[in-house]
């Protein structure tokens, strides 16, 4: 989205949201200094007048501008984009500013965590991609054997005190993870905080969606308030997300990739 919107500027485009699906933006991101918002019925369909852009991981043009910039001109009236490329991620705080201010609903949600954690705090981020056995995922690997469950649920619990002793001075640390079990094994940790609401994945969601989604958004910010910003992965952990990075990003806090 930020590439699109950094493209929209250069050129002096409008640049419009329509996000309905699995859930409403709106819902949780409201318009901040620019009016993203968008009805449907305003959104042409005739392909006369509609370019199409569609850009994933697999189009190898992260950070190429030149080329992006390249590919997204076009004389039609409107471009719909899909696309997760990255473009200048040392801006990425000040698109999202100019985009996005939280909802009442997020903003109250936001307030509440804030003040249960009660000061300043670091982050780590986990995720198991179901080899713990929270869920079942279709593309990754598969369900760890009970001993080897308690050496990955050990190792991480162990970055976790390391962490601590890294930033004595900093009162608390934000876990946040895709497993429930590794958030109830972490939760014993005095100084570690959780936030409150179910762990889900994409994959496998059910349908009490606005509590789920909630609390991704939820992890989200509260990252991206972190004094700094950890992610860790070991053996078959997943190397691959960005969640806890680009959470970093949109608040311009440092962050530092752990893996072992």
């Known amino acids: ?93 000040i698109f999202f500013n100019d985009l996005f201010k939280p909802s009442k609903m997020l903003s109250d949600a936001l307030q509440y965590n804030t003040d249960k954690i009660g000061g300043k705090y670091i982050s780590v981020s986990f995720r198991f991609i179901g080899i713990l056995g929270d869920f079942k995922d279709t593309y990754f690997k598969k369900e760890l054997g009970a001993e080897e469950k308690e050496k990955y ?35 014993s940790l005095a100084y570690v905080y959780i936030i409150p609401g179910t762990v889900v994945h994409m994959d496998g969601v059910n349908k009490n969606m606005e509590q789920n989604d909630l609390k991704v958004f939820l992890d989200m910010l509260m990252i991206s308030k972190a004094e700094c910003c950890y992610s860790y992965s070991y053996g078959k952990m997943f190397k691959g997300t960005k969640f806890a990075k680009t959470s970093a990003l949109i608040g311009n806090r440092r962050f530092i990739g752990i893996t072992e």
């Not at 619990?157 to 004595?168: E, S, Y």
């Open 1 to 93: 989205m930020f590439s699109t919107y950094y493209y929209c500027l250069k050129e002096g485009i409008d640049f419009k949201v329509f996000w309905t699906y699995p859930f409403n933006l709106q819902d949780y991101l409201e318009p901040n200094k620019v009016n993203w918002l968008i009805e449907g019925k305003a959104i042409s369909h005739n392909k006369n007048e509609v370019a199409f852009r569609f850009f994933n991981s697999y189009s190898l043009m992260n950070n190429n501008e030149t080329s992006f910039l390249k590919i997204m001109n076009t004389k039609k009236h409107e471009i719909h984009v899909y696309s997760n490329i990255t473009l200048h991620e040392e801006m990425y705080h």
């Open 153 to 187: 649920i050990s190792k991480c619990l162990d970055v976790i005190c390391r962490l601590k002793t890294k930033h004595p001075n900093v009162p608390k640390i934000l876990v946040t993870s895709d497993s429930r079990v590794f958030l109830e094994k972490a939760s």
